[in-house]
Structures are given as structure tokens and as C-alpha cells.
């Protein structure tokens, strides 16, 4: 039996002295900052402990803040240094909802850790990322381990989604998370593409206080063209890319089902806002993965959609900003333009590559030789080269079990608005992998926010799954 708040700490009479000496505790930092002449920071540590403590009291906030920076400031850092370092608020969020999770679990011993179908091969693919990274045919730098970590904290954001949302509540609320942070991301990228470019410049130069880079080339164009990209806060425009790809299934599911998490008045203007901001990043991988998870989405249930899109295409078709679209499209597929052209180049280097250390790569270090290299525009060649063909069967085999479990749990869940929510997170991770086959973000350790997504999209998956499980269970609510 749990112990009660009571019985830890006496009388009330110690209750309230531990309250009053935590409130002047908190008061004495704030001065002490705001002494320094950085008020503002002692508001933002008052905020900061709120924050921990909502999430102290439900662990469901901790995903839901994993979520608004993984779209919102996924670059961003502690406004103060720790130790002599400052943190990035990803690294933040992902260990303050792992480590309650964890210290709840110890304490109350109520619930049974969760581990999933596809837990055991997550954990062997952890095992071999740290023995790749042991077995690294170089040196490994202070920089690259440290993007290791926030790499295998990302990775094992999967068990803390799949043991932190247990309720139908808790999903849904997640669900609508994503879609809000989603389109909020989406905002910010239209907004500065469409603002002039000298503003736009100093919106984000406003964010280095936050840690993000400052310089006079922070915007982005198309090589060899005056062609603007969209980057919003993702700094780079195929990573933005990247998240709306897995994004844009999601909300037009939400769009297209009849029991959606949030309004139609309200989706609609996400789906057109993350559809302009993935067209804008001029993406031909994130296209590719969005229009996958959309097609799966037309083909298994929302047939409506097939129309949808012949109308959506034709209007590109028709107009000059579409043709510009197409253009660029075909170029891509047709390996006329030189992006396209180094990109191939990229492929067959890491074959080359991956032929020569076929079982656990060449680590995370950089390659042995110099006429090669560990740079590959696909996730799973990239995968291949750093962990060896070992590495990507762990990770195909995570990825099969989570499909599968869900795929078996699909039309098991009694909650009316999770059917629709399970079939948008399993669009957005088939849009991500497939994204995948022509870009890297979703295992490059220089962006570990977007293998927190991916991460966290899969244990949204497995998490419905469990919870399909527990309804069609006796004791299942």
C-alpha cells in the first residue's frame, strides 16, 4: 500500500512549515536574480518549477511538453547554465518526464512497467547503437558522444509514451498536442517566409537567446537560385520538412474522421497551414513521406480523399506556384539538379561503405580512411554505415512490431475518438519512413528533436495498441 502524504511528513503543522519554507526559498532565488538585474530569469525558474511540479502530479504534461518543444523551439537551450553548461529544453523535457516516470514507478509500485511487443527489440537496438559506439573505427569526440546521449534519450522516449499514457484521456490529449504544436510550427514557418526578409532575419536572431545560431545567412535558398525555403524555428528546411511530413497524415485524418480530438473549425486551418509550410520548405523527401501517409490514410479507410487529392493536384497543375512545385519535383527524381546529383553520389559512397563494415559500421566516429566518409541522404543507409546492417534489422524490427501490434489492435478500441487518432499516428510514422528513404533528420545525431519525434510517434502507436489491449480485455475499462 502507498504510503499517504501524511504519513511522510508528520503533522500538519510540518506541512505547512515545508510549504512556507519552499515558498520563501522561492522568493529568495527570485530576488537573488532579479538582483542581478535578470528578472525576467527569476520569473522563468517560478515557471520552470511549475512546471515540474504539474508534472510530478501527472506525468501526461511531460509528454505534452516533449511535444511543443520537439515543433516550437526544438533548437532551443536554458536561458542559464547548469553546471557550466547549458542544456537544450529537449534534453530538459525528455529526462524530467523519464526520470518522474521512473521515481513514480519506484514509489508506488502499483503499475507493472510496460514494455510492449516491440520493447525487447527497441532495447537490443539501444544495446547496439552503445556497442557500435564502443567498437568506432575513430576516435570518438566529447561533441559526438554527447549527441549520442541526447540520440539514446530520444530513443528511449518510446518507454516513457507507451508507460505514461495509459488512460484514452491521455492520449487524446497528446493527440491534440501534436496537432496544436504541429500547426502553431507551420504558423511560424509561413509567417516568416511570407515576411520581409530583413525582419524575418531578425525574428530569428531575437531567438538567440535561446541558444539558436546568429549570423547574416540564416535564411535558407534553393542552391543556385534566389528561391526562398521555409525553416520556421527548424533551421533547416528539410528537417521542417521532415515534421510536417509526419504531421500532415495526422491532421488529415483528423480532418476526415467522424469522432475527431479536435474540432473540424479547428483542423481545417491546421491542415491548410501545415500544407503550406510543407510545400514551402521545397522538401521532395517530406512530399514523398506526407503524400505516403496520406495515400495509406485513402486507401484503408477515408476513401473521400482520393477525390480530395485529384482536386488538390489538379490545382497545382494549373497554377504558376504549383508548375514552380512540379518543377522542382521532377528535378529531384530525374537527378538533373545538383542537389539531386550529390545525393546519388551520396548513396553510392555509402554502400561503398557499408560493404566494407557490414556488421556494426564504422561506429560514431568519423570513417577510417579518408575516400570515405559518414554522410547519407537516407536514414537507413545512415543507420547502416554507423551501426552496420545489424543496426538497421533492429531497427526495421522495432518498426515491423509497432506496425503489427498496431495493425492487430485496429478496431479493438472502445474510446470513440482514439480509432481515428491510431490511424493518423500510423500514417505519420509510414510518412516518416518513408521520408526516410531520401533524407536523414530522423537518425542524424545533429538533430536529436527529430529522432524524439519518430520516437514519440511510435510509442503514441504502441501506447493505442496497449490501450486497444486493455478494452478488449475482461477488466478492460
Known amino acids: 500500500m502507498t504510503p499517504s502524504l501524511a504519513s511522510l511528513t508528520g503533522s500538519g503543522r510540518v506541512r505547512a512549515g515545508a510549504l512556507w519554507g519552499t515558498v520563501l526559498a522561492l522568493g529568495a532565488l527570485c530576488g537573488a536574480l532579479t538582483s542581478q538585474g535578470q528578472p525576467w ?12 511540479a504539474a508534472v510530478a502530479v501527472r506525468p501526461t504534461l ?15 537551450v536554458a536561458p542559464a547554465p547548469f553546471g557550466g553548461i547549458k542544456p537544450s529544453l529537449l534534453d530538459i523535457t525528455l529526462s524530467l518526464v523519464l526520470g518522474i516516470w521512473v521515481l513514480r514507478t519506484l514509489a508506488e509500485r502499483r503499475d507493472a512497467i510496460v514494455l510492449t511487443p516491440a520493447g525487447p527489440a527497441v532495447l537490443a537496438f539501444l544495446g547496439i547503437m552503445v556497442t557500435a559506439l564502443l567498437l568506432s573505427q575513430d576516435t570518438v569526440t566529447a561533441e559526438v558522444f554527447r549527441f549520442f546521449v541526447k540520440a539514446v534519450n530520444s530513443v528511449l522516449l518510446y518507454f516513457t509514451v507507451v508507460n505514461v499514457l495509459r488512460s484514452g484521456s491521455d492520449l487524446v490529449l497528446v493527440g491534440r498536442m501534436l496537432l496544436l504544436a504541429a500547426g502553431g510550427a507551420a504558423a511560424a514557418a509561413v509567417g516568416l517566409y511570407l515576411a520581409p526578409p530583413g525582419l524575418a532575419t531578425d525574428l530569428l536572431l531575437s531567438l538567440g537567446r ?23 524555428t527548424a533551421v533547416d528546411p528539410n528537417v521542417l520538412g521532415g515534421m510536417m511530413a509526419v504531421a500532415l497524415p495526422l491532421v488529415t485524418a483528423q480532418v476526415a474522421d467522424a469522432r ?5 473549425r479547428w483542423t481545417l486551418p491546421l491542415l491548410g497551414l ?16 506526407a503524400a505516403t501517409g496520406v495515400m495509406f490514410l485513402a486507401g484503408v479507410r477515408y476513401r473521400r480523399l482520393w477525390l480530395a487529392g485529384g482536386v488538390a493536384g489538379a490545382g497545382v497543375v494549373a497554377s504558376p506556384p504549383g508548375q514552380q512545385l512540379l ?17 546519388l553520389g551520396e548513396y553510392k559512397d555509402a554502400l561503398r561503405l557499408i560493404a566494407q563494415y557490414p556488421v556494426f559500421g564504422v561506429g560514431f566516429g568519423q570513417a577510417p580512411s579518408l575516400d570515405l566518409y559518414v554522410a547519407s541522404s537516407s536514414i537507413y543507409l545512415l543507420i547502416a554505415s554507423q551501426m552496420g546492417l545489424v543496426g538497421v534489422a533492429a531497427f526495421l524490427l522495432c518498426v515491423g512490431l509497432v506496425l503489427h501490434g498496431a495493425w492487430r489492435a485496429a478496431g479493438r478500441l472502445s474510446h470513440p475518438q482514439l480509432p481515428g487518432l491510431m490511424l493518423g499516428v500510423g500514417a505519420g510514422v509510414l510518412g516518416a519512413l518513408s521520408a526516410g528513404l531520401f533524407d536523414h533528420y530522423f537518425f542524424n545525431l545533429q538533430f536529436p528533436h527529430t529522432i524524439a519525434l519518430l520516437w514519440l510517434f511510435l510509442g503514441l502507436l504502441a501506447a493505442l ?8 480485455s475482461p477488466s478492460g475499462g
Open 327 to 343: 518543377d522542382r519535383f521532377f528535378s529531384g527524381v530525374t537527378f538533373t539538379d545538383r542537389a539531386a546529383q550529390m545525393r
Open 274 to 289: 501545415v500544407a503550406a509550410a510543407l510545400a514551402l520548405t521545397y522538401s521532395r523527401g517530406a512530399w514523398f513521406g
Open 210 to 232: 535561446v541558444g539558436y545560431p546568429s549570423g547574416e545567412k540564416l535564411l535558407r535558398y534553393i542552391a543556385d537560385t534566389e528561391t526562398l525555403r521555409a525553416i520556421g
Open 62 to 76: 511531460g509528454v505534452v511538453g516533449v511535444v511543443a518543444v520537439v515543433y516550437l523551439l526544438p533548437f532551443g
Open 260 to 264: 475527431p480530438v479536435l474540432r473540424r
Open 41 to 52: 530569469l527569476g520569473y522563468a525558474v517560478l515557471v520552470a518549477l511549475a512546471y515540474v
Open 465 to 472: 495498441a496497449q490501450q486497444a489491449q486493455s478494452s478488449a
